[in-house]
């Protein structure tokens, strides 16, 4: 069983045997007695035996090809459940299916005993998740690296409607199945410690780290499993350990408590993913998290390139490594130290290496969540890589002062070092200097790069500024999450639409297809019923598949407006009680968000939600028309059950704020229709599927700064419009939290005296309108079912295979490299 896909023959005797096997001499049970879980990791290894012949393969193939590769350098993947998107990208969900029904087991109830690996925060590390997936099925050379968390992000749970965090040990007590160890791609890596100065053979004066600290990188590899056909690369992710059991020398200088501080700070290292979206919160152990990751991945590129033969010149030639964020920039010093200080090139060689191997993706424009860090902390944990970013400073600021001479505005502007009580280092500014391309993840995200992040850098480096729109593997959010969609699609367009998305635009001929509309709405209901059962299973709440089904998943943050939302649902509220004639078709919001523990709004925010959800789902006064639904835990295993079965998605940050999501793309993809402002990957959605197909509101990235600047008092909008005024202030009252007033008033105390940094209150109007247009829309059943399938048939831009393509063809120069 070394070969896999629809071309070979399934092996269905020897795979039982082999899961067998596993259960007994891996698992330690007895087929007799053993329990659910236990044969899903029997099943979950059995099959990772498989993938892990084809990754060696690959590898082999690969470096033997000399073609060039992408490394995709990530400090998160949020790759979801990986068995049964695995299954169907061997093209063995069936017939596993059918062996391990003959050894007495249901594969679904198998499939449910996974646990989400959550490497990631949210969309960045999913994106990189996608990436790796459309890298896989088109072929395209690569490697993922990323770090092997020993806690994910952590689990949410509600008391008293508070979110309550608790670790994620992902991985359980047995392991995971599918990753598998390489202990002899470990690395050392060095941290604190001096850098000396010598002398060497050839009488040059030369420079060197003597690191005070080594720790070791384990290197475990996931399978990335191309879609239907034979490439697996690898996803390797590093664990750092402790080299020995002390550091022998500080001990026996008698240093006992030293040497062991070292080997806890390196079991520390990748403890925990730092469980903030957006935000950065400057902490020595995330540096550090940061510094190790790079070291072993550029070790381990530096590595492959050696051991197939190449020379240090040719390395720029046949890697790119792509910068998912800063997160990992200290990549850049980490390659300028081995190619001067071990390879021996001098400054010039080694730059023009490392300029031309780097490339940088701007993932947002919030300044809390671009990356600095100080001077200080640098210096101390790694010295030598200090060094090496003030020269390349150093020679920057002669460009900059070549190009608008004597400026030293626009050079404090551009310094990638921030003067002030402490000295920083901007790492963007370190990655626009240092990298060939940078790119924004959405055409408004990249236009805004250019205007208003970078101008200066645009004019000094033309080109270097590029635009990718994101995009979502439709393997994982249409085939596997939504199969009656799937069945429906391969029906009219047949079935290879999942490797090639520009095929489901033959759906928009049955568009007005009375019968294929009705065909449609039922995949829709049922997978509303599927969804339904879960909350009625998981939270004891009833919900009728009738009502609207209107969905915000994504994390909790003021920019994307939760709160927006929830003002929207106190107006309905205070409607359905005080205006005897109002009507509105029955609808049910869900949400599911994760705030960051330290961030106290956004836990306010999560609250207010809870305690409006509890009165208004048991309040018979509204005769069931309004019910909110706070799913707990929101990761990607809930969200391949809540994109299919949504008939609103809800897309509303301020304009500019929001640098493209993709949350949206896969619920319109799924059938539902967008309520959004001009934000984001929103506007290229709006392109795509026609302003008709799409419900867009409120103000413009250039409305919103020009309300600001002028100087946006959000009490103008309070005192004027009296349902607005009415909502804000039932947060106010003991309405939602009886015998407590006062405890959800700290949200319309931050719209109010706050000053409503992200202008809720300004587009509420807007808002509130467009959802009364949405509530007509929707009781013309066959007007709506039109709009949904236009919004499934016109969203193939946005797989994620296109993303990657335009980063191959534009950014990486790669071509794909296919066994065949
Ligand atoms: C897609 C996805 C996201 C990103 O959602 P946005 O709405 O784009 O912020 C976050 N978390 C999970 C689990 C996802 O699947």
């Not at 060689?349 to 809390?368: D, G, Q, R, V």
């Not at 990718?468 to 593997?473: F, L, S």
């Amino acid at each position: 069983m070394t070969t896999r896909g629809q071309t070979q023959q399934f092996d269905k005797a020897a795979f039982k045997a082999a899961v067998q096997k596993h259960l007994v001499t891996t698992y330690a049970q007895t087929v007799e007695t053993a329990d659910t879980r236990s044969w899903y990791l029997a099943v979950g290894r059995a099959l990772a035996e498989i993938s892990t012949g084809s990754l060696l393969e690959t590898e082999k193939f690969v470096a033997e090809s000399n073609a060039r590769s992408v490394n995709y350098l990530s400090l998160e993947f949020l790759i979801g459940r990986l068995t049964g998107n695995n299954l169907i990208s061997m093209g063995l969900y069936e017939d596993v299916s059918g062996a391990v029904e003959e050894l007495g087991l249901n594969l679904s109830d198998l499939l449910e005993e996974e646990r989400d690996p959550a490497l990631g925060n949210g969309g960045l590390g999913r994106l990189a998740a996608c990436f790796m997936d459309s890298l896989a099925a088109q072929e395209y050379p690569a490697v993922g690296y990323g770090l092997h968390y020993e806690y994910g992000l952590f689990r949410q749970s509600f008391e008293n409607g508070r979110q309550v965090e608790a670790p994620d040990a992902w991985r359980g007590i047995e392991g995971y199945p599918w990753e598998v160890l390489r202990p002899e791609l470990n690395q050392t890596v060095g941290l604190y410690g001096r850098v000396e100065s010598y002398i060497n053979e050839d009488g040059e004066n030369c420079r060197r780290w003597v690191p005070a600290l080594n720790v070791e990188g384990v290197a475990w590899d996931l399978p990335l499993i191309g879609y239907d056909n034979k490439s697996v690369y690898p996803l390797r992710l590093w664990e750092c350990r402790s080299p020995a059991p002390f550091n022998l020398a500080r001990f026996n200088d008698g240093d006992y408590v030293g040497a062991q501080y070292g080997q806890l700070e390196a079991g520390n290292v990748t403890k925990v993913l730092y469980p903030n979206d957006n935000h950065d919160q400057g902490k020595a152990l995330r540096l550090m998290q940061q510094y190790f990751h790079c070291a072993c991945s550029v070790a381990d590129i530096l590595r492959r390139h050696f051991a197939a033969g190449h020379k240090i010149e040719d390395f720029a030639k046949l890697e790119a490594i792509q910068l998912n964020d800063t997160h990992p920039t200290i990549a850049i010093p980490e390659l300028m130290r081995i190619l001067l200080d071990e390879q021996n090139l001098d400054w010039d060689a080694a730059w023009a290496i490392c300029s031309k191997t780097f490339a940088y993706t701007n993932h947002t424009l919030l300044p809390e969540a671009l990356e600095t860090w100080s001077e200080a902390l640098i210096s101390e944990m790694l010295p030598r890589h200090m060094e090496i970013i003030f020269e390349i400073n150093h020679r920057f600021m002669s460009l900059v002062e070549k190009k608008w001479p004597g400026n030293n505005e626009i050079k404090r502007k551009l310094s990638i070092i921030e003067e002030g009580p402490q000295r920083m280092v901007r790492m963007a500014n370190l990655c626009v200097v240092s990298t060939y391309a940078v790119n924004g993840v959405a055409a408004l995200h990249s236009e805004l790069v250019k205007r208003d992040l970078f101008p200066e850098f645009h004019e000094l480096f033309p080109g270097r500024l590029h635009n990718v729109t994101n995009g979502v593997t439709p393997r994982r959010w249409v085939k596997y999450c939504n199969p009656g969609l799937s069945a429906l699609i391969s029906e009219k367009v047949g079935d290879d639409w999942p490797k090639k998305l520009e095929k489901i635009a033959g759906l928009e001929k049955f568009a007005d297809d009375k019968a294929f509309q009705k065909r449609y709405m039922a995949v829709k209901k049922e997978n509303k019923q599927r969804l339904a059962n879960w909350v009625e299973e998981n939270m004891g709440i009833e919900l009728d598949t009738d009502a609207i089904f209107d969905i915000q998943i994504k994390r909790l943050h003021e920019y994307k407006r939760q709160h927006l939302n929830l003002v929207h649902i106190l107006s309905l509220y205070h409607r359905l009680i005080n205006e005897p004639t109002f009507d509105m078709h029955p609808r049910v919001f869900f949400f599911g968000a994760k705030a960051a523990p330290g961030y106290a709004l956004a836990k306010d925010i999560i609250f207010a939600i809870n305690k409006v959800a509890e009165k208004v789902n048991n309040d018979p006064r509204l005769g069931g028309k309004l019910k909110v639904v706070f799913i707990p835990d929101y990761r990607v295993s809930l969200a391949e059950i809540l994109f299919p079965a949504a008939d609103v998605s809800e897309q509303i940050s301020t304009a500019g704020k929001e640098a493209s999501g993709t949350g949206n793309m896969k619920f319109a993809l799924n059938g539902a229709l967008t309520i959004g402002t001009m934000d984001g990957a929103n506007v290229e959605m709006r392109e795509e599927v026609g302003d008709e197909n799409i419900f867009i509101f409120g103000l413009l990235v250039d409305e919103v700064q020009k309300l600001l600047e002028e100087g946006y008092d959000p009490y103008r909008y309070y005192h004027a419009d009296s349902l607005l005024r009415a909502s804000l202030d039932l947060l106010e009252t003991d309405e939602f939290t009886p015998g407590k007033p006062g405890q959800l008033a700290a949200i319309r105390h931050n719209l109010l005296e706050g000053g409503d940094p992200y202008l809720v209150l300004a587009d509420f109007a807007d808002y509130a309108k467009t959802h009364e247009k949405i509530d007509a829309e929707y009781r013309d059943q066959e007007n709506w079912a039109r709009k949904a399938i236009l919004n499934t048939a016109l969203m193939s831009k946005f797989s994620s295979d296109r993303s990657i393509r335009d980063y191959a063809n534009n950014i990486w120069n790669l071509k794909p490299v296919s066994k065949k």
